[in-house]
């Protein structure tokens, strides 16, 4: 039997691990955090992720935990909507809408289909040998047919892998998220402003998932993240203003985004492979990190013991690079604060808008629309 070591705990290399399980390996992972418990967040998964999860077995439990997309679309800091779309609509022309859940529930669902001890957290992956498969870690040595490296934007195995590739980059602005209970109903929407964006995702259970991003400085941080939020967005259209006030400042998470603005050559060396951010970093502006990881996962899982690797890369490569850059100018356009300029933005999406949510949808058709090899 084949063996496989991944690198990386999150849904990416956990998706992989089970893909990979799933298709007869033996697999070890690897999570250098004492546990694979991720921050509180929400997270969407859209049809085309939704499809690739259906590979493992996992699509339905994550139909039956989530909250169903509803109406959505993009709005003002004053709540008119520009642009409208339905999960009615999505369900027709996809197949499934975009479904919303916690970040941790998926990662239960993961690691439940996992085989008892594959899991070793609190373990420092030191080096790789694609050439041969050897894996150096904090605990020892480990012989592998396979390495997947799924350890995130920083990743250390891509630096291995390809030295003097281009880091990604910083994407001019900073991103909050958050999870808050709301005590009454919302509707999915993104609120764009002059150089701000507000998401609001309804999750079950009365729980709504925020996030928001602000053109920023790499690097800066405020003394009080919910009272910077609340000085840049609590004068926005409700139900924007009374989440924040019920928020606990403790759960408000703030990273900077950065994009892999110059792709790799290949998605593999040797016994290697790359996925996730490790492979792609993106900006959140499509909502696709981790549904291109799923995607890099159980196409990875499928090419493993078929096409190879090199099958793999030639699946993935050109795809991601497409996503990449779209996402990358979408966070350009949310960047926008010229009191000339964003007017214009607003009447163009305005107009689009009224044009039907088909025309929304057909932008992302070749998103939405993929399906895993079979």
Same mark, same amino acid.
């Given at each position: 039997?084949?063996?496989?070591?991944?690198?990386?705990?999150?849904?990416?290399?956990?998706?992989?691990?089970?893909?990979?399980?799933?298709? &007869?390996?033996?697999?070890?992972?690897?999570?250098?955090?004492?546990?694979?418990?991720? @921050? &509180?967040?929400?997270?969407?998964?859209?049809?085309?992720?939704?499809? #690739?999860?259906?590979?493992?077995?996992?699509?339905?439990?994550?139909?039956?935990?989530?909250?169903?997309?509803?109406?959505?679309?993009?709005? +003002?800091?004053?709540?008119?909507?520009?642009?409208?779309?339905?999960?009615?609509?999505?369900?027709?022309?996809?197949?499934?809408?975009? @479904?919303?859940?916690?970040?941790?529930?998926?990662?239960?669902? =993961?690691?439940?289909?996992?085989?008892?001890?594959?899991?070793?957290?609190?373990?420092?992956?030191?080096?790789? /040998?694609?050439?041969?498969?050897?894996?150096?870690?904090?605990?020892?040595?480990?012989?592998?047919? *396979?390495?997947?490296?799924?350890?995130?934007?920083?990743?250390?195995?891509?630096? #291995?892998? %390809?030295?003097? $590739?281009?880091?990604?980059? !910083?994407?001019?602005?900073?991103?909050?998220? *958050?999870?808050?209970?709301?005590?009454?109903?919302?509707?999915?929407?993104?609120?764009?402003?002059?150089? =701000?964006? %507000?998401?609001?995702?309804?999750?079950?259970?009365?729980?709504?998932?925020? !996030?928001?991003?602000?053109?920023?400085?790499?690097?800066?941080?405020?003394?009080?993240?919910?009272?910077?939020?609340?000085? *840049?967005?609590?004068?926005? $259209?409700?139900?924007?203003?009374?989440?924040?006030? /019920?928020?606990?400042?403790?759960?408000? =998470?703030? $990273?900077?985004? !950065?994009?892999?603005?110059?792709?790799?050559?290949?998605?593999?060396?040797?016994?290697?492979?790359?996925?996730?951010?490790?492979?792609?970093?993106?900006?959140? $502006?499509?909502?696709?990190?981790?549904?291109?990881?799923?995607? /890099?996962?159980?196409?990875?899982?499928?090419?493993?013991?078929?096409?190879?690797?090199?099958?793999?890369?030639?699946? +993935? =490569?050109?795809?991601?690079?497409?996503? @990449?850059?779209?996402?990358?100018?979408?966070? +350009?356009?949310?960047?926008?604060?010229?009191?000339?300029?964003?007017?214009?933005?607003?009447?163009?999406? *305005?107009?689009?808008?009224?044009?039907?949510?088909?025309?929304?949808?057909?932008? %992302?058709?070749?998103? %939405? &629309?993929?399906?895993?090899?079979?």
């Amino acid at each position: 039997m084949t063996r496989a070591v991944v690198i990386g705990g999150g849904i990416g290399g956990l998706t992989a691990a089970v893909a990979l399980e799933r298709a &007869g390996w033996t697999v070890t992972v690897f999570e250098q955090a004492p546990s694979i418990a991720p @921050v &509180g967040s929400g997270l969407a998964i859209a049809p085309n992720a939704l499809k #690739a999860l259906d590979t493992i077995g996992v699509g339905d439990e994550v139909r039956k935990l989530s909250a169903v997309q509803g109406e959505a679309g993009i709005r +003002r800091p004053d709540g008119r909507w520009l642009s409208r779309t339905s999960a009615e609509e999505a369900w027709a022309r996809y197949g499934d809408p975009i @479904v919303l859940l916690l970040r941790s529930a998926l990662v239960d669902l =993961l690691t439940v289909r996992l085989s008892p001890g594959s899991l070793h957290v609190n373990t420092r992956v030191e080096s790789i /040998d694609p050439k041969s498969g050897r894996v150096t870690t904090s605990a020892g040595v480990v012989d592998a047919d *396979l390495v997947v490296a799924a350890d995130g934007i920083r990743s250390s195995t891509r630096k #291995a892998l %390809f030295p003097g $590739h281009p880091e990604p980059v !910083y994407a001019g602005v900073t991103s909050w998220r *958050l999870v808050v209970r709301s005590s009454e109903p919302v509707r999915a929407a993104e609120t764009w402003g002059r150089g =701000l964006v %507000f998401g609001v995702m309804p999750l079950t259970d009365d729980q709504v998932y925020c !996030y928001a991003t602000a053109v920023a400085a790499p690097g800066e941080r405020a003394a009080d993240e919910k009272a910077e939020l609340t000085r *840049l967005f609590g004068g926005w $259209h409700r139900p924007i203003p009374g989440l924040l006030a /019920d928020t606990d400042p403790a759960v408000v =998470l703030r $990273h900077d985004l !950065y994009s892999m603005d110059t792709p790799l050559p290949a998605f593999h060396r040797g016994m290697a492979a790359l996925l996730g951010d490790a492979a792609h970093a993106m900006t959140p $502006h499509l909502g696709q990190g981790a549904c291109q990881a799923i995607e /890099d996962a159980v196409v990875l899982g499928h090419h493993a013991t078929r096409g190879g690797l090199a099958a793999y890369t030639a699946d +993935r =490569l050109a795809r991601t690079t497409r996503i @990449v850059r779209r996402s990358r100018a979408v966070g +350009r356009l949310t960047r926008w604060s010229n009191p000339l300029a964003v007017p214009v933005r607003d009447t163009v999406m *305005l107009l689009a808008g009224r044009l039907g949510p088909n025309v929304a949808f057909r932008q %992302f058709d070749d998103v %939405f &629309g993929w399906r895993p090899p079979a």
